[in-house]
Every structure is written in structure tokens, then in C-alpha cells.
T-cell receptor
Framework: DQQVKQNSPSLSVQEGRISILNCDYTNSMFDYFLWYKKYPAEGPTFLISISSIKDKNEDGRFTVFLNKSAKHLSLHIVPSQPGDSAVYFCAASAGHNAGNMLTFGGGTRLMVKP | KAGVTQTPRYLIKTRGQQVTLSCSPISGHRSVSWYQQTPGQGLQFLFEYFSETQRNKGNFPGRFSGRQFSNSRSEMNVSTLELGDSALYLC?????????????FGPGTRLTVL
């Protein structure tokens, strides 16, 4: 039973346009959410996070939105660049009580075309 | 600062054997977490060690075990290997933090079980 789901295995967008990656979760104990990016042959790299007390967090071109009632979060990348092409993982945590235990989604492969 | 290092990078074993993977965290990081990545199950949390003690454990059989040394280096061991254990094993280290933002991942060890 997957507690964190990324229903789109892949996404293709044109350079300069917006990329929207989606993530759904089922466990209401999750209160902290993160996005990681992964290039081939490398470990995941932290991108951006959001606490459940917020509904939006921005960092440069990256914005994460959280809809707690729908148990849904999304990552917006604007504008998309070819270097953003990677696999993006959504992850969730039950906060500091869970230590560093993260539950990951299956990932979405983003391809940004020049 | 050197990143998280994992050895070996690639490993081939046969069913029934046992294997030990090693992880050296970033200097000053006391938390080390292990994850298994497979095409079918995505990234799954194995366990976390903090100050030589297991702090969290994922839903894996007892064949999977780990330990952490006083210098924060960690090892994970898989006994009686099965074909399904073929995966990328990722190690992540973290500094002391309230929320699990800053998990720094190593490049992983690719284990193939024949």
C-alpha cells in the first residue's frame, strides 16, 4: 500500500514553460513534505520542502503547493530549463518525531525539451 | 567538504550469499539512513542510525541489518540473498536538524543478485 504516490511516471515540457509535478499521500500523520531531484548514477538531491502549517513555499524557480484537505502537493518549475531534466521524487515525513525516516513516491521523469 | 561515500559502487552476488555495504557520512553528520531503490517499489526506507543506535526501522525482513560505528560510518548487511534484493542501495547522512530537510545522499551501491 503506497502511502505516497506520483501518478505520472513521466512528463515532457518545452523549455521556458511551466512544469507541474504532482504527488498524493494517504497518511494523515505526514506533516512535512520534500521534493528531491535525481540524475542518473547520482543520489537524490534535496530541492525544496514544505511544512503542513503552510500551503506554499517558494525558492527561486521552484514552488511547492500543499493542499492538506486533498492530501495533495505539487511542484511547479518556472521557467523550465533543459538542466531540470531528471527524476523528481516526492517524499513525506511524520515530522521530527520520525527522525529522518522518509516515505518516497515512485518518481516522475521530467524531460525539458530545448 | 567531502560528500557521502559508499563502497563498493557495484556488486554481484549469488543467491544465498551475504553482503556488506559501507557508507561514510559527511564529516560532522551523526545520522545515517539507508534506502533501497527498485524499479517496482521505488525508494524504500530501510533503517536510520543515530549515535550508534537504530532510531527508525522500515518494513524489511530481519535479513536486512545495519550498524553504526563511533565515527558515524555505517554498514548494512543482507544475509541469505534473494533475487529480489537486486537494487540500488542508497545511504544518506544528516546533520542535527528539527526536520529532515538536509539529507545528503551518496551515489549508491548497485547490488545484483544472480
Amino acid at each position: 500500500d503506497q502511502q505516497v504516490k506520483q501518478n505520472s511516471p513521466s512528463l515532457s515540457v518545452q523549455e521556458g514553460r511551466i512544469s507541474i509535478l504532482n504527488c498524493d499521500y494517504t497518511n494523515s500523520m505526514f506533516d512535512y513534505f520534500l521534493w528531491y531531484k535525481k540524475y542518473p548514477a547520482e543520489g537524490p538531491t534535496f530541492l525544496i520542502s514544505i511544512s503542513s502549517i503552510k500551503d506554499k513555499n517558494e525558492d527561486g524557480r521552484f514552488t511547492v503547493f500543499l493542499n492538506k484537505s486533498a492530501k495533495h502537493l505539487s511542484l511547479h518549475i518556472v521557467p523550465s530549463q533543459p538542466g531540470d531534466s531528471a527524476v523528481y521524487f516526492c517524499a513525506a515525513s511524520a515530522g521530527h518525531n520520525a527522525g529522518n525516516m522518509l516515505t518516497f513516491g515512485g518518481g516522475t521523469r521530467l524531460m525539458v525539451k530545448p | 567538504k567531502a560528500g557521502v561515500t559508499q563502497t563498493p559502487r557495484y556488486l554481484i552476488k549469488t543467491r544465498g550469499q551475504q553482503v556488506t555495504l559501507s557508507c561514510s557520512p559527511i564529516s560532522g553528520h551523526r545520522s545515517v539512513s539507508w534506502y533501497q531503490q527498485t524499479p517496482g517499489q521505488g525508494l524504500q526506507f530501510l533503517f536510520e542510525y543515530f549515535s550508534e543506535t537504530q532510531r527508525n526501522k522500515g518494513n524489511f525482513p530481519g535479513r536486512f541489518s545495519g550498524r553504526q560505528f563511533s565515527n558515524s560510518r555505517s554498514e548494512m548487511n543482507v544475509s541469505t540473498l534473494e533475487l529480489g534484493d537486486s537494487a540500488l542501495y542508497l545511504c544518506a547522512s544528516s546533520p542535527p536538524a528539527l526536520f529532515p530537510d538536509e539529507q545528503f545522499f551518496g551515489p549508491g551501491t548497485r547490488l545484483t543478485v544472480l
